[in-house]
């Protein structure tokens, strides 16, 4: 996980939440700028909205979700439901 993970550097406004048919349902995001990323922390993809900021940062395994009006919230991959750091 953590070599999937940590080498990817994006951030980005949302605006589509899917699950990829072409790519074994891995749950992904599309941001504004273009881009897609998947989302390993399964936890956040089940809580994303339109129009939220995700953040994750290359050498990292955390996803940070900004939402208008609330504090920012981190998220890691969990494996066996241990979180993995």
Not at 52 to 76: C, H, N, Q, T
Request: net charge positive; glycine share 8%; with cysteine.
């Amino acid at each position: 996980m953590k070599m999937i993970v940590k080498p990817y550097n994006w951030e980005g406004e949302i605006v589509a939440i899917f699950r990829d048919s072409t790519d074994r349902m891995m749950p992904k995001v599309a941001f504004k700028h273009g881009d897609t990323a998947v989302i390993y922390a399964y936890e956040m993809f089940g809580m994303l909205q339109l129009g939220d900021s995700v953040i994750k940062k290359k050498g990292s395994l955390k996803y940070i979700l900004k939402r208008k009006g609330e504090p920012a919230k981190e998220f890691y991959p969990k494996c066996d439901g241990v979180e993995i750091k």
